[in-house]
């Protein structure tokens, strides 16, 4: 990570590594646009944002508990990264107006912390590609067995392949992530692409995870929660494969809520 600034936010777990190319502060007036990355990633992947977002905004890039520079906690669930990301941003950014955006997992944790942020900073979600049932996961869980396989001496991918995927040695379990979206305290967005996840395939790029499944129950369980983005020609990293209008959708947020 080539930023110039690099702060260590102190949890209750740990810490975590929050990146900006310069220095930020709770009480500034300027919006804050802070992405979260996915699993086995890390801040380093989304660094072009800093630019694309350019003035409008201060940009921060946090890593994900045991991603990165941050440590790794004993449990590695969505529940407890959101707790983790959003005390941390309570303490350090509690004066500030934030977009909160996620690609992948991160879009499920900046869900859940949109449901908790009542009187808090985050005034805003974006979710890009968000896991919302973990079952139908054929290819996160090849990625992960992969991983696992290629880095024995890491402890937390296998509680982060349990905790926040279901995924053990035993086999998969079904995790539900529905209930995130009827919780938002704030305006989301949840965007997706076009490339199906199913059925299981020899692929060239990232299948969407966010199907039409989870769009129809979002829609119906939760009517007018969130706006649902379908980006064509796309698949699941549309923070990288869809910037401009990935664009679009974020300062339509930030002059709309933030």
């Known amino acids: 990570m080539q930023q110039r600034h690099m702060a260590s936010w ?29 699993a086995l990633r890390n801040a380093e992947f989304l660094v072009h944002w800093i630019d694309l977002i ?11 508990p045991g991603h990165g520079r941050s440590s790794s906690p004993a449990v590695g669930s969505v529940a407890s990264m959101a707790s983790d990301i959003d005390g941390a941003i309570r303490v350090h950014l509690g004066g500030r107006r934030i977009l909160l955006v996620g690609e992948s997992i991160g879009g499920t944790i900046a869900l859940k912390i949109g449901g908790a942020s009542g009187g808090g900073p985050v005034k805003a979600v974006f979710a890009a590609d968000p896991p919302m049932t973990t079952a139908k996961l054929w290819s996160v869980s090849a990625v992960f067995k992969m991983t696992m396989a290629r880095q024995p001496e890491n ?29 938002l305290q704030v305006p989301g967005v949840i965007a997706t692409g076009d490339v199906p996840l199913l059925p299981p395939r020899r692929m060239t790029t990232a299948s969407s995870v966010f199907d039409d499944v989870d769009a129809f129950v979002t829609q119906n369980l939760y009517p007018g929660k969130v706006r649902i983005e379908r980006i064509q020609d796309c698949g699941h990293l549309l923070l990288i494969e869809a910037r401009q209008r990935c664009l679009a959708i974020m300062q339509r947020q930030i002059s709309e809520s933030v």
């Not at 929050?18 to 990355?37: C, E, I, M, Q, T």
């Not at 350019?54 to 994900?64: C, H, M, Q, Y």
């Open 54 to 64: 350019g003035d409008a905004a201060d940009v921060i890039l946090l890593d994900l």
């Open 155 to 183: 402890s937390f991918l296998p509680r982060l392949a349990r905790d926040s995927f279901g995924l053990s040695a035993e086999g998969s379990d079904e995790l539900i992530y529905y209930p995130y979206i009827g919780q």
């Open 10 to 38: 102190p949890t209750a777990t740990g810490s975590i590594a929050a990146y900006s190319d310069k220095s930020f502060n709770a009480v500034d007036k300027k919006p804050v646009v802070l992405f979260l990355h996915g």
